[in-house]
C-alpha cells in the first residue's frame, strides 16, 4: 500500500496539465462510490469562475431539500471537521489510502458518532465555528458508509453537495470528472467576444478602449462574429471571450474545461482546468476581465497572460497570447471552446491590418505603480501601502479626496474599483472631527457596489485608523456605537430561534448561555439567525431554563437579550 501511495504522488508531481485525460487517471483503479444515492444531477463543476476564486468542485443537487443522505466515496479515516457560518458551513474531510482527499461541505448535520467529536471540540472552544484535524486512522471510515446529511449550511446558495478531490501530498483539488461517468453531450455556448488593444500599443477599430462584438451562429456548435465582418485593428491586442457550459435536461450554466485561440492555424494560447493551487486560485482575477465582473457580473474570459498572473493552468503560449497584428493583411483567428467530456464549440472571426498611428496616453496626475515592486501612495491624511505582486499589470494610481459631513474623515477615492488588488494593502486613514474615548468605535469603510459602506477594520493608532484590504476604491472612516438587534423569533419544538442584524459595523461574535453556562448556538449568517435546540444530555427536560445571547459588532458594541423558557 505504501509502495502504491508513493507511485500515485511520483505521477501527480511529473504529470503536465495538458496531458491527455486518459493518461492521468484510472477510473476503474479508484473505484469512487458516489457521495449521494440519488439520481446524479450537477449545479455547478470544477473549475467554474467565482467570485475571487476558482470553484474547487462539483456541485450534486439534492433535489431541493436539505436531509439526503451523504457517505464517504472510499475507504479512508477523517481527517479534518469544519464548522463555520460562512463558507464550507459544515464540511468534513476523509483521506484515503489512493493518495486522495474528498471534501463533503455545507452539510446540514454529521451522523450522531462524528457529530459528538465535533459537539466535544465546540464545548472546549466555546465557539460554533471550529476548524480542527485528527490523527491517522483515529476515526475510520468505510466505501459507502454514511457520515452526514446533506444541507444548505455556510455560504450555500441552496441545498446541495458541494464534493471536491484533492490530492492528499499537495491538498491540491483536482477536476472530479477524472474519477466519475457523468453524461454530458451538450456544447459549450458563445455569448460574445471582446477585443483588448494594449495601452499605447495597440488599436482597434481606430480605439484605444476595449470593444465588444456581437456573435452568430450559422451552425451547432460554430460561432462567427456577426456579419462575418472582419474587424480593422492594429498592434498588440488580447482577445477576451464569454462562454459557459451546459448539462443535459439542466438550466444550470457551468465553467469549460480548455480553450485554445488558432492564429492562421498556429495555436498562441491555451488554458485548461485539471487542478490549480488554492494558493493561486485568486489569480483567477487576473483570467478575467475584472473591470466587466465588477460592473455586471458577468465573467469574461480573458485569452492572455497579464504580467502578474502566475496561474499555472496554461500552455503554447506565444507572445503571452496576444494578437500581434503587424502586416497589413487578413488574421484567420479561431477559438476552440471545449468541456471535459469533449463537446466542443469554434468561434471564428477575422481582423484585417490597417496599418495606423497608435497614439501616446497621456496620465494627467496619475502616479505610476509597477507591478513587481510595493508602491506606497501617502499625504498628511492617508498613507496606502500596496505589496510588491498586488498588481497583476502596471497600474496608473488615480487619487482624489473631498470632504463630507456625514464622515469622520475625508472621502478618499484610491483609483477604481474595477482594478482588482491580489494581496492585502494596509490602509491609514486620518480621524478627523474625534469626540469618542473609545477609538474603537471608528471604523474604516468601503463604498460598495450597490452605494453602501462596507466594514474593511478599526484598529487605533495615534490620530489614525488602519485597516488591511484587497480592494480599492471609495473609503471613509464612519462611526458605530449602536449595538446590535436581537429578535426572538420562535420557540418550537425544543428550539429557540433568534433573528439577529447589525445594520453598520456588522456582527462579529456571540456567546449563547442556558441556565448561566455556555451553550451551543447555532448561527447562520445569510438568514441572520442563531439557533438554540435544547441539549437533553445536558439539560433536565420539564423545567424553566433561563436562556441568554450576547451578540456584539465589529466595533465591540454588545446586545443582550435574556428570557426564561420552558422545555
Not at 141 to 163: D, Y
Not at 317 to 331: A, H, M, P, Q
Not at 432 to 454: E, P, T, V, W
Amino acid at each position: 500500500m505504501l509502495l502504491l501511495m508513493q507511485r500515485f504522488i511520483f505521477i501527480i508531481l511529473s504529470l503536465s496539465f495538458f496531458l491527455p485525460i486518459t493518461a492521468q487517471f484510472d477510473k476503474n483503479q479508484y473505484d469512487l462510490a458516489f457521495p449521494l444515492n440519488i439520481p446524479i444531477e450537477l449545479s455547478g463543476n470544477f473549475g467554474e469562475l467565482r467570485s475571487n476564486h476558482f470553484h474547487a468542485g462539483i456541485d450534486f443537487k439534492t433535489q431541493q431539500v436539505i436531509d439526503k443522505p451523504v457517505f464517504s466515496v472510499a475507504d479512508g479515516y477523517v481527517s479534518r471537521f469544519g464548522v463555520s457560518p460562512t463558507g464550507y458551513g459544515h464540511v468534513i474531510y476523509i483521506n484515503h489510502y489512493n493518495g486522495l482527499t474528498s471534501v463533503y461541505a455545507h452539510l446540514e448535520s454529521f451522523v450522531p458518532f462524528l457529530d459528538s467529536i465535533v459537539q466535544a471540540k465546540q464545548h472546549e472552544e466555546r465557539s460554533f465555528a471550529v476548524d480542527f484535524t485528527l490523527p491517522k486512522d483515529e476515526v475510520k471510515v468505510r466505501r459507502l458508509e454514511q457520515i452526514g446529511w446533506s444541507g444548505n449550511t455556510g455560504s450555500s446558495g441552496g441545498p446541495h453537495v458541494h464534493f471536491e478531490l484533492r490530492d492528499t501530498y499537495t491538498e491540491e483539488p483536482l477536476n472530479p470528472f477524472f474519477f466519475y461517468d457523468i453524461e454530458d453531450t451538450v456544447r459549450p455556448r458563445v455569448n460574445k467576444f471582446l477585443l483588448y488593444p494594449v495601452s499605447a500599443e495597440g488599436l482597434v477599430e481606430g480605439a484605444s478602449r476595449k470593444r465588444t462584438f456581437i456573435v452568430e451562429q450559422p451552425q451547432a456548435g460554430a460561432y462567427r462574429h456577426k456579419g462575418n465582418v472582419a474587424i480593422k485593428a492594429w498592434g498588440r491586442v488580447g482577445l477576451g471571450v464569454h462562454s459557459y457550459d451546459y448539462m443535459p435536461n439542466a438550466n444550470n450554466i457551468y465553467g469549460v474545461h480548455s480553450v485554445r485561440v488558432l492564429v492562421d492555424g498556429n495555436e498562441v494560447f491555451m488554458y485548461q482546468m485539471d487542478r490549480f493551487s488554492f494558493d493561486k486560485t485568486r489569480y483567477m482575477n487576473a483570467f478575467i476581465d475584472y473591470e466587466e465582473w465588477y460592473k455586471t457580473r458577468s465573467m469574461m474570459m480573458q485569452l492572455f497572460r497579464l504580467p502578474n498572473n502566475r496561474l499555472d493552468n496554461y500552455a503554447n503560449l506565444v507572445n503571452d497570447g496576444y494578437l500581434l497584428i503587424n502586416e497589413e493583411r487578413t488574421y484567420a483567428v479561431e477559438t476552440i471552446i471545449k468541456d471535459f467530456h469533449g463537446n466542443t464549440t469554434t468561434l471564428k472571426f477575422s481582423i484585417q491590418g490597417v496599418k495606423q498611428e497608435i497614439p501616446k496616453v497621456e496620465h494627467g496626475n496619475a502616479v505610476l505603480m509597477p507591478y513587481e515592486q510595493e508602491n506606497v501612495f501617502e499625504n498628511t491624511d492617508i498613507k496606502f501601502t500596496i505589496p510588491a505582486g498586488s498588481f497583476y499589470d502596471n497600474v496608473y494610481f488615480n487619487y482624489s479626496v473631498r470632504n463630507d459631513a456625514k464622515s469622520f474623515s475625508d472621502v478618499h477615492d484610491l483609483h477604481l474599483p474595477t482594478v482588482p488588488l491580489h494581496n492585502f494593502a494596509e490602509l491609514r486613514m486620518r480621524l478627523k472631527n474625534d469626540s469618542l474615548s473609545d477609538k474603537n468605535k471608528y471604523y474604516i469603510a468601503r463604498k460598495n457596489r450597490l452605494n453602501g459602506f462596507d466594514y474593511v477594520g478599526n484598529e487605533y493608532e495615534d490620530g489614525f485608523m488602519i485597516a488591511k484590504t484587497r480592494e480599492l476604491g471609495q473609503y471613509a472612516i464612519l462611526l458605530d456605537n449602536e449595538a446590535p438587534t436581537i429578535r426572538l423569533a420562535t420557540v418550537n419544538n425544543g428550539h429557540v430561534v433568534f433573528k439577529v442584524s447589525d445594520t453598520q459595523s456588522g456582527v462579529s461574535h456571540y456567546n449563547g448561555y442556558v441556565n448561566n453556562d455556555w451553550a451551543l448556538f447555532k448561527y447562520d449568517r445569510k438568514t441572520n439567525t442563531i439557533t438554540y435546540k435544547f441539549d437533553r444530555m445536558r439539560l433536565e427536560k420539564g423545567n424553566v431554563h433561563h436562556i441568554e445571547l450576547r451578540v456584539f459588532d465589529k466595533c465591540g458594541n454588545e446586545a443582550v437579550y435574556q428570557n426564561q423558557v420552558w422545555w
